[in-house]
């Protein structure tokens, strides 16, 4: 595992990789351009780079009235800001209309974790998966992020990407197979299989350690992609570990623990715990500190396993 | 700037007559609809689609096509009904208006109909998209333009005022907005249920170059929709003084006739009138 990097930079680079091999790409900023990672791309491709001010509403429309004419936009903002506020027009002028458009929402999650609930965001991958034929992406390193960025380039149709801001582990080599839609087991393990994704899946990562040090045998998946969910990868989990803990930066209702429970559910079900926040909005302070108060640092996340396991 | 001979604006007035029988004809099928924002709009429609818009209904996805926006979706029997007319699709479907799985849904669906651009229907997203559509067509270079109809009552969306300041701001010339201002909406009057004047200087304080005339002379219709830009780097804007349910004696500038649930009476009374409005034309 090498340095932590800082996830906006890290998309603002891969989406510069992205725009230099596809002419069609462009980036929206709702007067948040260097805060999103823009700059770059702004520097690089001055006339593909449009501002719109502080109108999420509007901007969402304006993107999907850009995809009409062929292009490729990249719509990045503050997380609440271009999932809640906007959902409407994401529902109908992206999902509804099926336009190739992109919408990034970074510092998600308690990123804001001083601000308080406004620019806070549990909740988005929850609305956000409820679109018909929209790809929802919540990468969980910065070698994961440069491979959404450029896969959600390659996708035609509109999708979602969930970004924080703090910096994230290097947990994923360049090389690891990567693919929208397909979950991927980082470590083998057969008493219980614990699936993080985005920023707090490199707390399951270090959970996962914690507890093959006690002896358990962890199953740790990353899924990056919750929409569409890898149905064979869980189905499989589910039948051969038999006990399930989800972890996620997200509220509990709708998450990722939501859409593995919708899918076990009807396909096998299994005993489960999901860690995340429960129905409340959250507090405010230092972003450690937060992510503790919720059980999603990886002592909290080990002894969770364990207490479920008995 | 086009202007009309008499035999083009009689021919302009037979398709706005038809595209008002084939919505009565919908209606028929389905029972009930949007009826008076359709009404409202047929001259407009007319006008853009066959005299005004470059649009190849055997080629409707042709990149330098001009592009029509319904924001006030629910008006679309109108928008129906000329597609019709200008041979995007057979002019028997729409009597499959309000059957299961219709291609002709209450609000337009692009993926069910050639012609349509854009799901509409919520109100305050079409000005958004038709300006993603006017921006795009310039980054490309193309000089083709993007048309819209709105209503008077959508206009209290705020929504609309972000599309509005940014298409100004990033210079939309090739946009032309026509506000259906046929003055109803289903709680009465829009001006009392949330006032919008003074209507013009609110779009001018906005950036752009308005005009004001009478949407149901095809005329001033044509006059308007070929000039434009009204102002050089401006998007523009006309504001079309219509009346609810044109053509429909009894329910001509009612609230009541927002969406209409037709009787057996009031379809024979339409057709008397449609009858009558065709007397006219042939004089």
Redesign the interface.
Same mark, same amino acid.
């Given at each position: 595992m090498s340095d932590a990097k800082d996830p906006r930079k890290t998309f603002g680079e891969a989406l510069v990789e992205a725009g230099e091999k596809n002419p069609d790409i462009i980036a929206i900023s709702a007067d948040s351009s260097s805060g999103s990672g823009l700059t770059p791309f702004k520097n690089r491709f001055p006339s593909r780079h449009l501002e719109f001010g502080i109108m999420e509403q509007g901007i969402i429309g304006y993107a999907s009235g850009l995809a009409t004419t062929g292009k490729i936009p990249f719509v990045v903002a503050i997380a609440p800001f271009v999932t809640a506020r906007p959902f409407e027009m994401f529902r109908n002028d992206l999902g509804y209309m099926r336009q190739n458009v992109k919408v990034v929402g970074r510092c998600a999650g308690l990123t804001y974790s001083t601000l308080g609930a406004t620019h806070q965001s549990l909740e988005d991958i929850a609305i956000i998966r409820t679109i018909p034929g929209v790809v929802v992406v919540n990468p969980g390193d910065p070698v994961e992020i440069k491979k959404v960025t450029h896969a959600l380039a390659a996708h035609r149709g509109p999708a979602y990407m969930k970004i924080g801001s703090p910096k994230m582990p290097v947990l994923n080599r360049e090389d690891y197979g990567f693919e929208l839609g397909k979950g991927v087991v980082m470590q083998e393990g057969t008493d219980v299989t614990l699936i993080g994704t985005g920023t707090v899946l490199s707390k399951a990562f270090f959970a996962s350690e914690l507890l093959e040090k006690d002896g358990i045998s962890v199953r740790l998946i990353n899924i990056h992609t919750l929409k569409p969910l890898d149905r064979d990868l869980l189905v499989k989990a589910a039948k051969e570990t038999g006990r399930i803990v989800t972890v996620e930066e997200h509220y509990l209702i709708g998450g990722l623990g939501g859409a593995v429970a919708e899918l076990l559910a009807r396909e096998h079900p299994c005993p489960m715990r999901m860690i995340g926040v429960d129905d409340q909005y959250a507090s405010n302070g230092p972003y450690e500190e937060l992510l503790g108060l919720y059980g999603l640092q990886p002592e909290q996340i080990a002894g969770t396993v364990k207490k479920f396991l008995g | 700037m086009h202007s009309l001979s008499e035999h083009e604006e009689l021919e302009l007035k037979r398709i706005a007559f038809k595209i008002r029988k084939n919505v009565v004809r919908m209606i028929r099928a389905g029972e009930s609809g949007h009826v008076g924002g359709a009404l409202s709009i047929a001259e407009i429609l007319s006008a853009l689609y066959f005299k005004i818009m470059r649009v190849d209904p055997r080629n409707p996805s042709w !990149?330098e096509r001009d !592009?029509f926006v319904l924001s006030a979706g629910h008006k679309c029997l109108a928008l129906y009904a000329v597609l019709a007319e200008k041979g995007f699709f057979d002019e028997k479907l729409l009597d499959t208006y309000g059957a299961l799985g219709s291609k002709l849904p209450g609000h337009p669906d692009?993926?069910k109909l050639p012609g349509i651009?854009?799901?509409?229907? #919520?109100l305050? %997203?079409? =000005?958004?998209?038709?300006?993603?559509? @006017? +921006?795009? =067509?310039k +980054?490309?270079g193309l000089d083709a333009k993007v048309y819209v109809v709105m209503g008077d009552g959508e206009l209290a969306e705020?929504?609309n005022w972000? #599309?509005a #300041? @940014?298409a100004s %701001? %990033?210079k939309l010339d090739n946009l032309l907005v026509f506000v259906d201002r046929n003055t109803l909406q289903i709680s009465g009057r829009t001006v009392e249920v949330m006032s919008y004047e003074p209507l013009l200087k609110r779009w001018e304080s906005f950036g752009w170059s308005a005009r004001e005339i009478n949407g149901h002379d095809l005329k001033q219709i044509v006059e308007g929709a070929s000039g434009i830009p009204f102002e050089k780097d401006k998007p523009s804007v006309i504001i079309a003084n219509t009346v609810k349910s044109k053509g429909l004696s009894f329910a001509e500038d009612r609230v009541d006739y927002h969406y209409w649930k037709a009787t057996t009476e009031e379809l024979q009374i339409a057709e008397k009138d449609l009858a009558e409005i065709e007397r006219g034309l042939k004089q």
């Open positions: - | !990149r !592009r692009m993926y651009e854009t799901n509409t229907g #919520a305050g %997203h079409g =000005l958004s998209i038709s300006g993603g559509m @006017a +921006l795009g =067509l +980054l490309d705020g929504s972000e #599309a #300041a @940014a %701001h %990033h």
